[in-house]
């Protein structure tokens, strides 16, 4: 028994060091779903929108990136542009490598989104004098981002997680912070982890409220996913 | 006087289905056109080709001089010159009734917010709806939708209105308060067509109507001439079964 407080004090006394290492995981969860979020809606867009070219091209991205396992593309990215004498910080590289991974799975859940929106929407924009990209900006887009938020808070709750692969090319995460702690004492092994994953436990209640909060925010009458597109009738 | 509108020869195919089969017609400043006629007989298509929201395969459509139809017509320009009021009202889903109402000011006309704000309120009051302006369109009625989409066309100061079956998605007792405010636009010099099923609207409110059937007009004319004597045996056995259905008051 006294060893197991002795064990806990121990890996209390590390806290501050996982915790300030956690703010990597968080720095790198932010850039990859804003490179994510921007690519991920580009592509959509482009399956969507784009001619047929263009879709297939859009498909075979998500196709790439939604089958290759994410720790061997975080070891093409990182080790991959060294080959050719250009050396990128394991933060860019996890950043790149799980932010377009992550796009594959946003375009789905977009992709999906702006199907949902009704046709007569856009044709409405267009009959006002929109070209079709201010109605996509205007119109669709503000739309289908409302009816993505669920679909959304999936993939943000599994790249929360994936940020500890970044481990792997070297990132000053919080799982290199534990393994140091291990290295130093494997019998604390079992509480370093544990405390690892109650900070993620933490995160992602966290996160999911935070999407909860703007969903409620942005929340429109007659726009949820429980109907989607609206409960109007098409042209007969 | 110039026509406002004139409408060539136009045609219009879907895979082996010809909608239109050459259709031709004039529409003066001022005067609404109702364009009546059995359900696939292409006068929606007709609607949609005039601001090409569909592209004619041949014909023409001009707007006073500027060609709608010519390859290199500034059509976005154009089209916010015209009105386009839809049957499934398509409102925008996630705007206030007068977000709706300015967005086309504010994105299109490129109008400042206040002034925006202004004209928007002033469209929605002319349709009845000053109070619903914050109102989203789920928790507007039918027939406050389409006031409201009335009003969305009308803020663009255009030069005609498309209403495309604008009741037909409408429960009965909502029906009246959106012709009430179309033949009251009539009345103000607005010039509207109109594809509709209302023969009493028709009747009253038309400068003339035109009879469609299979892709071409059959006839067209004054509404009295057609209710009454129509040329054509087939115009008056179409108004007499319509009129049945719909009710047509003397």
């Known amino acids: 028994m006294e060893a197991v407080i002795a064990n806990v004090v121990e890996v209390t006394r590390h806290l501050p060091m996982l915790l300030r290492s956690s703010l990597i995981n968080i720095q790198l969860l932010l850039a990859l779903l804003v490179v994510g979020f921007l690519v991920g809606t580009v592509v959509a867009l482009l399956q969507v929108y784009g001619g047929r070219f263009v879709g297939v091209v859009a498909f075979v991205y998500e196709w790439v990136f939604r089958s290759i396992p994410a720790l061997v593309l975080l070891f093409l990215f990182y080790y991959g542009p060294a080959q050719f004498g250009l050396y990128i910080s394991s933060f860019l590289a996890a950043t790149l490598a799980l932010g377009f991974r992550s796009s594959a799975y946003q375009s789905q859940v977009f992709r999906g989104a702006i199907q949902s929106v009704p046709p007569g929407q856009m044709l409405a924009a267009r009959s006002l004098g929109m070209g079709r990209g201010r109605a996509v900006i205007s119109i669709v887009l503000p739309q289908a981002f409302r009816l993505a938020i669920p679909g959304w808070s999936n993939e943000f709750a599994s790249v929360v997680k994936d940020t500890t692969l970044a481990y792997a090319v070297g990132l000053n995460e919080i799982m290199r912070s534990a393994r140091i702690i291990v290295d130093r004492r494997y019998d604390l092994a079992m509480l370093a982890l544990l405390v690892v994953a109650l900070i993620f436990l933490v995160f992602t209640y966290a996160g999911n409220g935070l999407l909860g909060v703007v969903e409620r925010r942005v929340r429109v009458p007659g726009l949820t996913t429980a109907e989607p597109g609206g409960t109007r009738r098409e042209h007969g | ?250």
């Open chain 2, 1 to 250: 006087m110039d026509p406002l509108l004139r409408v060539e020869d136009i045609h219009k195919r879907y895979g082996t289905e010809e909608v239109l089969r050459g259709v031709s017609f004039q529409l003066d400043r001022g005067q609404t056109k109702v364009v009546i006629g059995p359900s696939g007989t292409g006068k929606s298509t007709l609607l949609r080709c005039i601001n090409r929201l569909t592209a004619p395969d041949r014909g023409q459509v001009w707007l006073e001089d500027v060609e709608v139809t010519a390859p290199r017509a500034k059509i976005n320009e154009i089209r916010s010159q015209i009105g386009f009021v839809f049957q499934d009202f398509n409102l925008f889903t996630h705007l206030t009734a007068l977000d709706n109402v300015r967005l086309g000011l504010v994105k299109v006309k490129r109008m400042g917010k206040r002034e925006a704000t202004t004209r928007a309120m002033e469209e929605l009051t002319r349709v009845g709806l000053k109070d619903k302006a914050g109102a989203y369109p789920a928790h507007l009625s039918g027939g406050q939708q389409q006031r409201v989409s009335i009003a969305r066309a009308l803020a663009m100061d255009p030069k005609l209105i498309l209403f495309d079956e604008p009741t037909s998605a409408l429960d009965p007792e909502l029906i009246g308060e959106v012709l009430n405010v179309m033949a009251q636009l009539a009345e103000d010099g607005m010039t509207m067509i109109v594809v509709t099923h209302e023969m009493g609207f028709a009747r009253s409110v038309a400068d003339e109507i035109v009879f469609m059937e299979h892709g071409v007009i059959v006839e067209q004319g004054p509404p009295e001439k057609l209710f009454r004597s129509p040329e054509v045996a087939r115009t008056g056995e179409f108004l007499r079964k319509i009129s049945e259905l719909y009710g047509a008051e003397e």
